[in-house]
């Protein structure tokens, strides 16, 4: 019988290779031009973030990136989208701290072995690890369909509030950013809220 050597590590630099392995693990999944190197780099210069790999036999075949924000980051972020956080409460002066789980991606052909849910598990333990007593996965819907949802529902998160397509700038900054959206003149992703853990804290 063959023994796997399974690690699950912070990636601390992003050489070539790392950084191919994991555009290629984004690229089968919805984001396809989405996950670069301008995309990882964010999350290996700020301290309050970090991007966590899976790997057998030294092969990388799934990753995770997640951060801390607060209130005005949540809200320069989802900037066209503030009257919604509004209605939640949420304001610049909030004393909101979110571990936010925004990316976990799977090597297409290592799918449904429990390894992204393993990864996000390690993810949250690493965001508590750091402080954090409520953690925020935004949650992309793609016709009406959650893929991530059943995976959420196994980890107790509750659903918080929908955005109604929140990467519409992006689509319109560039038109190929979203493979589904294809030859539709309309964004047609939209992305679910849920939290887990003490609730939001606000002012």
């Not at 990864?119 to 949250?124: A, M, Q």
Request: charged share 30%; with cysteine; net charge neutral.
């Amino acid at each position: 019988m063959k023994i796997l050597m399974i690690k699950i590590k912070t990636v601390k630099k992003l050489d070539k290779q790392t950084l191919q392995y994991l555009m290629k693990i984004g690229a089968d999944g919805f984001a396809r031009t989405y996950i670069d190197k301008a995309y990882l780099l964010p999350y290996m210069e700020d301290t309050n973030s970090f991007i966590l790999i899976y790997e057998e036999d030294e092969k990388i075949l799934a990753f995770s990136a997640c951060s801390i924000w607060n209130s005005q980051e949540l809200l320069a972020y989802y900037s066209e989208h503030i009257e919604i956080f509004k209605e939640h409460n949420i304001t610049e002066e909030s004393s909101l701290k979110l571990g936010m789980i925004k990316t976990i991606a799977v090597d297409i052909d290592f799918r449904k072995k429990g390894i992204g849910k393993k990864l996000f598990e390690e993810s949250e333990k690493k965001l508590i690890d750091m402080g954090i007593e409520t953690l925020c996965v935004p949650a992309w819907i793609y016709n009406s369909f959650t893929p991530m949802g059943r995976i959420l529902h196994q980890l107790n998160y509750k659903f918080w509030f929908q955005l109604k397509q929140p990467w519409l700038y992006a689509c319109k900054d560039n038109i190929n950013f979203c493979p589904h959206r294809k030859d539709n003149l309309e964004c047609i992703c939209d992305s679910d809220f849920y939290i887990k853990g003490k609730p939001c804290k606000q002012n």
